[in-house]
């Protein structure tokens, strides 16, 4: 019985049938893998990149005077229309805008809060409206949400309880005189 047993697995290991296949299940998880990191990481740019324009284009429209009396909510309405691959904007974005003392040159060493989507509580920050040659320092931060939250670029990128991650922009610029 064990002889028959050994005879009709014993050339299992001499043949050589399904060895593709084996190969094609080896490989392709580990393709998927770089091909799912690669297209995040390169989300993650174009949306950095599309907030980072957005607050740049915005900031310039205030600094030259465009918004007689600019608050958080037009700014944050400006931001997110000119940044139109950032999934929920409007509900995820915080503005932070302070003047920069220029005496002594200190900058906000904390970071900026971002919005916690658990809970319905938005963070504090400040919103000061700069006069005339105050050197004025603008951070904003979104939360969105990984494609692939468990693979490559989307595992390593620190997030909220929900699964999003912070996108952050700093922005400065002097007001304009009269």
């Known amino acids: 019985m064990i002889r028959s047993i050994i005879r009709k697995f014993g050339g299992f290991g001499r043949e050589d049938k399904g060895t593709a296949a084996v190969e094609f299940a080896m490989a392709v998880p580990l393709l998927l893998t770089i091909f799912m990191a690669s297209f995040e990481s390169g989300f993650l ?18 600094r030259l005077g465009h ?8 700014l944050k309405d400006e931001i997110c229309s000119r940044s139109v691959i950032l999934k929920d ?11 920069v003392n220029t005496s ?3 900058l906000p060493t904390n970071r900026i809060a971002c919005v916690n989507r658990e ?9 000061q409206i700069g006069q005339q040659n105050d ?3 603008v951070r904003v931060c979104v939360v969105q949400d ?3 939250p468990t693979t490559g670029v989307g595992l390593g990128l620190p997030k909220d309880s929900e699964g999003g991650y912070g996108l952050v922009a700093v922005s400065a610029f002097v007001v304009e005189p009269n």
């Open 45 to 62: 740019m174009v949306r950095s990149i599309m907030l980072e324009q957005s607050v740049d284009v915005t900031m310039r429209s205030l």
């Open 67 to 74: 918004y007689p009396l600019p608050t958080a909510a037009l």
């Open 89 to 99: 904007c409007d509900q995820n974005i915080t503005i932070e805008m302070i003047r």
């Open 104 to 106: 002594n040159w200190a």
């Open 119 to 127: 809970e319905d509580i938005v963070p504090v920050t400040q919103m």
């Open 135 to 137: 050197m004025m320092l």
């Open 146 to 148: 990984a494609i692939f």
